[in-house]
């Protein structure tokens, strides 16, 4: 993949939706929530004409707090899963993210929990709301076991906010990348219901 990418999530939709866009233009993945579910359901395609399943995300748990969502190929496989951390996630978002065999491999954590309080709080007023989406840009870090820093999300400062940025920080294998990418997904489709 060509970085940084581009995570763009549409705010105005029936279904929650959001692309994932490579530096060079070309699209790695259209993602579109499921609605009417019980247990959130969420379809992950090459691109917006939905022709090729890249996978879909289905939690185990119909609502709750610390509920896994795992990561199924076109084939019903499944290669990964991410869940939240708890109550310790009220303040500062904290995901795990596992392999397949329910190994966890990496944390996703947020950096600047404030930011994303004062987002979540101004962020939807008329006119505030155009300059704290401006100002205030919550970031993600993604960190393997070993502390190694692997990716990291940053909302990109615009006055829409919706619109995020997510830049390699080190080496990873193909299938930590896809897993990675998903999770980031995933977890952004989360914690924009949070607020």
């Not at 699209?27 to 879909?56: G, N, P, W």
């Not at 996630?89 to 329910?102: P, V």
């Not at 309080?117 to 870090?141: M, Q, R, T």
């Amino acid at each position: 993949m060509n970085y940084p990418v581009e995570l763009n999530f549409k705010k105005i939709a029936l279904a929650k939706q959001a692309t994932l866009t490579e530096s060079n233009g070309n699209s790695i993945a259209y993602a579109r929530q499921k609605i009417l579910k019980l247990k959130e359901e969420l379809e992950v395609f090459e691109d917006k004409t939905k022709t090729k399943r890249v996978c879909t995300i289905k939690a185990n748990k119909v609502i709750d707090f610390s509920a896994a969502y795992h990561f199924y190929t076109e084939n019903e496989q499944l290669f990964g899963s991410i869940q939240r951390k708890g109550l310790r996630s009220l303040w500062k978002a904290t995901y795990l993210l596992n392999e397949a065999s329910g190994n966890q491999y990496a944390t996703i954590q947020e950096e600047k929990p404030f930011a994303k309080v004062v987002d979540a709080l101004l962020g939807e007023l008329p006119f505030v709301g155009l300059v704290c989406n401006y100002i205030f840009n919550p970031s993600y870090i993604v960190r393997s076991e070993d502390g190694t820093e692997l990716f990291r999300l940053t909302k990109v400062p615009s006055f829409w906010g919706a619109l995020f940025k997510i830049d390699k920080l080190a080496d990873v294998t193909p299938d930590e990348e896809i897993r990675c990418m998903m999770s980031l997904l995933m977890m952004i489709f989360l914690e924009k219901s949070r607020g």
